[in-house]
């Protein structure tokens, strides 16, 4: 039985725990490289792009990169996209929220790659994406057993906590029952 | 994030950090006849148990080994990689050269890296190795980029600690819940 059990533990590729990673690598169109590498380069300077993709409480790490060149001596034709996300819920369910949510921000950025279908709908860009994702290898988490909602209650749990922490320093055993009561109130949403 | 946290982001000038963040992309070659063995050895390795968990700066770690690109389709004109390469990505607090010294010093390293071509064991010569390999994000992005991998794991630690509390608040005399809190809240 234990041999069985054994056998059925997750291996390999790319998930870990609730953890599940996305990679890909996608030709980008000469004259469109540019303006993807500008976009790219400029997004940390202003909260569009963050807002956007993290307004889905699913992303835990995600990364964009332009090159051309793979190694010294290999320089392709095409600039290519590396494209990875670490994220936690079904990948299909992951791009439906992209594809109806933020479509003009998938197209801004794949949207000049070779036979790419603009979303909406959902459905081809799906296609695409499982021809062009990447897989097998190995994947690790250093929380694999929390999603990113989880993780994102616990800062506000652990925050809230801390002050009680340190509000409770000087109270009596009485005292401290009623405000762990207030800390729970708080919380509420976070528990 | 608050205004102060905007500012530390946009005045970082190294396209892969992102507040305590660092995001490394690499793309290394390998050796042609080492694809198989490198492939296997990668695909064997349990996520829940990782070797890689042993770097305590890293949120996570993804290797995988490609051995040619993806046909679009027309008009693309159809293009081949000269050699597999190993991907290897991670996503870690702090500096980059202090994570590859680390990430050197891993038994498992040596045996997948020296799959690669021109892989070097010793520390010094492996950091250089890597960051000739390096790709730079366009763009690297989470949802705290301010907390460690440690910051991560606490918070988790005493949520999960104090539902279990509160769940029980109502059996515990005020002193015993006290205790309990404290015991939970250690320093």
């Known amino acids: 039985m234990s041999a069985v059990l054994d056998s059925e533990r997750p291996r390999g590729r790319n998930t870990s725990g609730r953890a599940r990673c996305l990679t890909m690598l996608t030709p980008i169109r000469p004259f469109w490289t540019p303006v993807v590498w500008l976009i790219m380069r400029s997004a940390r300077y202003h909260t569009y792009f963050r807002d956007h993709s993290l307004q889905f409480k699913f992303i835990y790490y995600v990364r964009w990169a332009v090159f051309r060149e793979f190694s010294a001596g290999e320089k392709k034709r095409y600039s290519y996209l590396f494209f990875e996300s670490n994220f936690d819920i079904p990948w299909r369910q992951y791009i439906d929220a992209f594809a109806y949510v933020i479509p003009k921000d998938i197209r801004v950025i794949w949207g000049r790659g070779f036979s790419f279908p603009g979303p909406p709908p959902a459905e081809p860009l799906k296609r695409w994406i499982a021809m062009n994702s990447l897989e097998g290898g190995h994947y690790h988490s250093a929380y694999p057993q929390a999603s990113v909602k989880m993780t994102l209650a616990a800062f506000e749990a652990h925050d809230r906590l801390l002050r009680l922490k340190r509000e409770a320093a000087g109270l009596s055993p009485e005292q401290f029952r009623k405000a762990f009561d207030a800390a729970v109130a708080d919380l509420q949403r976070h528990l | ?187």
Not at chain 2, 11 to 35: E, F, H
Not at chain 2, 94 to 105: M, S, T
Not at chain 2, 137 to 151: A, E, H, I, R, S
Request: aromatic share 10%; with cysteine.
């Open chain 2, 1 to 187: 994030m608050g205004l102060r946290e905007y500012f530390k982001i946009a005045s970082q000038l190294d396209p892969n950090q992102y507040g305590k963040a660092y995001g490394l992309t690499t793309m290394i070659p390998v050796l042609p006849d080492r694809a198989d063995a490198l492939e296997a050895r990668l695909e064997s390795l349990d996520p829940l148990a990782s070797p890689f968990g042993a770097l305590r700066q890293a949120h996570c770690v993804r290797l995988l080994v490609i051995r040619d690109l993806v046909y679009q389709g027309a008009p693309q004109k159809p293009e081949h990689l000269n050699q597999p390469y190993l991907v290897f990505t991670a996503s870690f607090d702090g500096e980059l050269d202090r994570f590859l010294r680390d990430l050197a010093a891993l038994p498992e390293a040596g045996e997948v890296f020296s799959c690669c071509k021109g892989y070097a064991a010793e520390p010094g010569a492996f950091v250089a190795w890597m960051r000739s390999h390096k790709k730079d994000n366009g763009y690297f992005l989470t949802p705290w980029p301010f907390k460690t991998v440690q910051d991560v794991q606490e918070a988790l630690r005493v949520h999960e600690g104090f539902q279990g509390i509160v769940d029980e608040a109502r059996g515990m005399s005020d002193a015993e819940l006290q205790d309990k809190f404290r015991a939970l809240m250690r320093p």
